[in-house]
């Protein structure tokens, strides 16, 4: 968990391109700049700085 609720939630809507990294709306079938239907769902999996130093 973040440290913004809200942002985090945000995060969790954005899906991203793996053919070209751009940003699609969570649950979008395929890519609207390529079409690739090859999505990720950005996760909160970003390695947090400073996180327990
Ligand atoms: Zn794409």
């Known amino acids: ?3 913004f609720p809200i942002a985090d939630a ?8 793996k053919k070209c990294k751009s ?3 969570a649950g979008a079938a395929m ?3 390529c079409g690739s ?3 990720r ?3 909160k999996a970003l390695r947090a700085k ?4």
């Open 1 to 3: 968990m973040g440290k």
């Open 41 to 43: 769902p950005k996760r």
């Open 31 to 33: 890519c609207r700049k």
């Open 10 to 17: 945000e995060i969790s809507k954005i899906w991203i391109c």
């Open 23 to 25: 940003r699609n709306k």
């Open 37 to 39: 239907k090859y999505l």
């Open 50 to 53: 400073k996180a327990a130093a």
